[in-house]
């Protein structure tokens, strides 16, 4: 029986068996190979690692988790998850059925972009969602936002910080009042109704946004607000949901870590991964000294 059993391999479920394995605890952390940032070509806002590719920096966490031999890495999926009476056991996809006394989830999300041709194409070349990992790298260049209403009129603010040449794309109505577009028309971010047909450009990079009635709009990037999709569905194997209020752990011996609740950013799903291994681990420790002291009493 492995005390812990890590689902996912990004920064949080590395992160959290790199600090297990060093308190000495067995894990098993399974990757199933499909990050979030799959689509990515570069990884930005984490010291001493910005700039790199996100699967060089997995490959790094693996290699360095080698050196614990407490620690098992598998590629593979998780198929099934059950709670028994104080342990839990989990099914892979190659049939084999391990234990674990502790599940922590960091399956991270899916991001769903618009249904509108080119946008899943472009999404990490040229199309992005967020600011801080992206828009360093277009600064001070021609930029769209794709979205309406408050969200599309937010992203649009904030990318000021980045660029003064801004065009709002909702894709139909702005669903904004006259006020609100005055104040764009004020920072001088322009706002575009017309829908959208398709997105264009090279294979590498987005170039273009051609709309229905034939205009093309040059354009270096596209921010846009995507929706996400948490990969939880092991939860619904347990019998357990999402609680209204962040806690953890979510449910007697469940943990989650990164993205999948609440982190967004490489760096805080680090942090969150360690924090919660430290967490893990004292809980552990705890339980082992209940059942030490218990059998004392009894002897």
């Known amino acids: ?13 590395m992160s959290a068996a790199l600090m297990l394995g060093r308190c000495c605890r067995s894990v098993l952390i399974c990757d199933n190979g499909q990050p979030r940032n ?11 690692r910005d700039g790199i ?11 360095q988790l080698q050196q614990y031999t407490n620690v098992e890495v598998r590629s593979t999926t998780v198929i099934d998850a ?13 049939e084999s059925i391990h234990t674990a006394r502790i599940l922590l989830l960091a399956t991270g999300l899916k991001d769903v972009v618009p249904p ?40 649009a603010l904030q990318l000021l910080q980045w660029s003064r040449d801004i065009i709002l794309c909702t894709n139909g109505p702005s669903q904004l009042d006259a006020r609100k577009q005055a104040f764009l028309h004020q920072h001088n971010i322009r706002i575009h109704e017309e829908p959208i047909a398709r997105l264009e450009g090279t294979e590498q990079r987005f170039e273009s946004i051609v709309f229905v009635d034939g ?27 999402l ?24 760096s805080g799903a680090v942090a969150d991964g360690v924090e919660l291994a430290v967490m893990i681990n004292m809980e552990l420790q705890k339980e082992e000294l209940t059942r030490s002291y218990q059998a004392l009493k009894e002897a």
Request: net charge neutral; charged share 20%.
């Open 243 to 266: 609680p209204e209020k962040y806690q953890e752990p979510i449910a007697p011996g469940i943990y989650l870590a990164g993205d999948v609740y609440q982190t967004r950013w490489v």
């Open 82 to 94: 059950k709670r028994e009476s104080n342990f839990f056991t989990v099914t892979l996809s190659d």
């Open 38 to 48: 799959v689509v990515s070509h570069a990884m930005h806002g984490f010291l001493t």
């Open 215 to 241: 205009t093309v709009l040059p354009r270096r990037a596209i921010f846009i607000q995507t929706q996400h999709v948490r990969r939880l569905e092991l939860l619904d194997a347990l019998g357990c949901t």
């Open 53 to 63: 590719a996100p699967a060089e920096f997995r490959r790094i966490g693996k290699e």
């Open 116 to 155: 509108i041709e080119g946008f899943r194409r472009y999404y990490g070349a040229g199309v992005f969602s967020c600011p801080y990992c992206d828009a360093w790298e277009v600064r001070d260049q021609p930029l769209a936002v794709f979205g309406q209403g408050p969200a599309g009129e937010a992203l």
């Open 1 to 13: 029986m492995f005390d812990v059993i890590i689902i996912g391999a990004g920064p949080a479920g």
